[in-house]
């Protein structure tokens, strides 16, 4: 699978780190001589071209992307909280499940079934009934059962309602 430049970017960057560990006793030094001063220089970016740290431009950019103030200290956890999850956060669950002929075969069978036992309900609170009765079809939406269920009937070459395709006729 391809991937974009900024993820392998990232893990170009991972690795660098990985390899030389953030050391700076300097700044250590000076967050246990003066906490303060240093939580408010590390909060702080510089607008002189002579004193930009390494990733002010970087950083500026973002807050602005996101529409937050950087002299706000809990804009600053917002803004690290926002790129955290995009380059680590939960995604989905995966690819969309595939369905097979006779997982569709099955859809149709069991929708047939409950439409012919009850033919004055509505389609979509049918297939609603089979997501919330049928072990199978936890978890789907009615709307995806009716888009598979349609898709099953011009497969089988009957329509929706139960006749045959014009291109069977």
Aim: net charge positive.
């Amino acid at each position: 699978m391809p991937r974009d430049k900024s993820s392998k970017r990232r893990d170009r960057k991972m690795l660098d780190y990985k390899k030389q560990p953030y050391k700076r006793t300097l700044a250590e030094a000076t967050f246990i001589l003066n906490p303060d001063f240093a939580r408010d220089s590390a909060l702080t970016l510089h607008d002189d071209d002579r004193v930009i740290g390494k990733y002010d431009r970087a950083i500026k950019k973002a807050f602005d992307a996101f529409g937050l103030d950087l002299k706000q200290p809990d804009h600053w956890r917002e803004l690290l909280g926002i790129l955290a999850d995009i380059l680590f956060g939960e995604r989905g669950k995966g690819p969309k499940q595939r369905w097979d002929p006779e997982t569709i075969k099955q859809l149709v069978s069991d929708f047939d079934d409950l439409r012919s036992n009850h033919p004055e309900v509505s389609q979509m609170l049918l297939f609603e009934v089979l997501t919330h009765t049928k072990r199978r079809y936890a978890g789907l939406q009615a709307g995806t059962l009716k888009a598979r269920y349609n898709e099953g009937k011009k497969r089988l070459g009957t329509t929706p309602r139960g006749g045959r395709s014009k291109a069977e006729a």
